[in-house]
């Protein structure tokens, strides 16, 4: 039977913490004499420098909940904190990280819940494995504060927004725990304090279990936002809710099916999920527009450039940055614009007939859903794509070459998400439209469905509705 994972949230969940203002106010002298140590000197005294810090972070809280994006400590303090300095985020770099610790472990006043460990053991003894996905500026209060309550050896792994930089309720960083700890999403449960960070995260990433532990924090959740699968008040109830409400959510794909059976499905995503309409207009229009037409790139370069996007050496915005220069587009407010075309262009997407209800039907049936694509566009924009087509929490494993560092035909990304979903590769189908990935999915062992496929494609089956999946697999079985 596969492993069923509880992710836990830290603050609020595992620990409570309330602002400590006293507390605040004398470690501000320990920021002071940071600031000072690479020249930096606030003529203010204590408390109206721990009043200027908490103005900044309450300003850069609004900004990240409205963006989801966790910036490193040094962007935080020079755009948010010490705005009115003037200063570059390098001046802050060799300090940020202590700054950010003072402020998580000293502006609160944070209490294990005293419940806590003798629960983890017992789930850790019947088998579950334990995470965390926490929220949060610093890279060492977590691990740290997890030392220091003795149960950080029983949590693995340990992911921080600071260091995936995205924040909950995003479902990437959901995703991103579930990858690491190789499990589908559809096979974890979160158990966190807030409805609009843990509770909204964890459904939109399609978590088996969001549950809410409450905590008496003064911030409150907004009356739209989607209700918790169960709540407790103490982590002691959690242990008997999990053995009443997963029997049949967790782990049932692993207990009912044949070891020969199709258990899985991984699509490619583009054009087989969705397509642009009229791919490329905007871009040639706005180089028509700049006389820069007949300025044709080596193919064999844009080539590259696509490949090193999509292997995550060069972020996306660098990509369309080269691709614009390749095409002669050296003006800073062109290459602006140029940029803002490329990313319409991107967003530009339709949804082929009958895909959600194909998705949903696969996954209301019983089948493990995932996607496996090569990509250089970050997966939440992604992930918007497909919650605008109400199939974002249909996905048990999100597989990209930027992320895991391989490309299809290579049959490393296939094993990435056979890994995770638990399957063999005579348990799942690969669907897609390339020739070269139909056959990497086929030296890996997946039988392969062709959709919307080009020329000279060898597939199993060949279909050209995608609800036709719904009775391919009997044409697919042994």
């Known amino acids: 039977m596969q492993q069923r994972y509880i992710f836990f ?20 002298q320990r920021i002071r004499e940071l600031l ?29 909940e ?33 700054l950010a610790y003072i402020v998580d472990t000293q502006y609160y006043r944070r209490i294990l819940r005293p419940e806590v460990p003798r629960v983890l053991e017992k789930l850790k003894a019947r088998g579950f494995g334990l995470g965390i996905i926490s929220n949060i500026q610093s890279k060492r209060q977590v691990p740290d504060d997890l030392e220091r309550y003795g149960i950080k050896e029983l949590f693995d792994p340990v992911v ?51 549950v809410q532990i409450r905590h008496d924090f003064t911030e409150s959740d907004e009356p739209n936002e989607p209700k918790p699968d169960a709540v407790i008040d103490n982590m002691k109830e959690l242990p008997s809710l999990l053995k009443e409400r997963t029997t049949a959510r967790i782990g049932n794909h692993t207990t009912t099916c044949r070891s020969d059976a199709i258990r899985a499905f991984l699509f490619d995503a583009a054009d087989t999920l969705y397509y642009r309409p009229d791919p490329g207009r905007r871009f ?40 614009l220069s390749l095409h002669g587009v050296q003006n800073p407010e062109d290459l602006a614009q140029g940029l803002e075309v490329l990313g319409e262009e991107n967003r530009d997407i339709r949804f082929f007939s009958g895909v959600t209800e194909t998705l949903r039907h696969l996954k209301n049936t019983g089948y493990l859903l995932g996607i496996v ?15 605008s087509a109400d199939i974002g ?16 035909p290579e049959k490393e990304i296939y094993e990435a998400a056979l890994e995770q979903l638990g399957v063999e590769p005579g348990q799942a189908v690969f669907v897609g439209h390339e020739a070269a990935e139909l056959e990497g999915a086929k030296k890996t062992g997946l039988y392969t469905v062709a959709f919307n496929y080009e020329e000279g494609v060898d597939a199993d089956v060949y279909i050209h509705k995608i609800d036709e999946l719904l009775h391919c697999t009997s044409a697919l079985r042994p």
Not at 394 to 400: E, P
């Open 393 to 408: 929490s249909v996905w048990d494993c999100l597989i990209s070459s930027k992320e895991v560092g391989f490309r299809k």
């Open 66 to 98: 409205q963006t989801y994006i966790e910036l490193p400590p040094e962007r935080v303090w020079a755009q948010f904190i010490l705005k009115s300095q003037d200063l570059r985020p390098d001046q802050l770099g060799a300090i940020a990280e202590q």
């Open 160 to 210: 921080l927004s600071c260091e995936h930089g995205r924040r909950k309720p995003d479902p990437t960083i959901f995703h991103y725990a579930a990858r690491l700890a190789g499990v589908p999403t559809s096979s974890c449960v979160h158990v966190g304090d807030r409805i609009s960070r843990d509770i909204l995260g964890a459904k939109r990433a399609g978590f088996a279990l969001a």
């Open 36 to 64: 000072v140590s690479v020249g930096i000197e606030i003529p203010m005294n204590d408390d109206d420098l721990y009043d200027l810090v908490t103005r900044g972070q309450t300003e850069y809280r609004e900004w990240r």
């Open 373 to 387: 694509t090569n990509t250089a566009v970050p997966l939440h924009e992604k992930l918007l794509w497909f919650e």
């Open 284 to 323: 040639r229009d706005f180089l028509l527009h700049l006389g820069l037409e007949d300025h044709l790139p080596d193919p064999g370069d844009l080539r590259t450039l696509q490949e090193e996007a999509q292997y995550g050496k060069i972020s996306i915005e660098e990509y369309r940055i080269a691709v």
């Open 9 to 28: 949230d830290m603050g609020g969940t595992i620990d409570t913490h309330t602002y400590d203002r006293d507390c605040g106010v004398q470690a501000t």
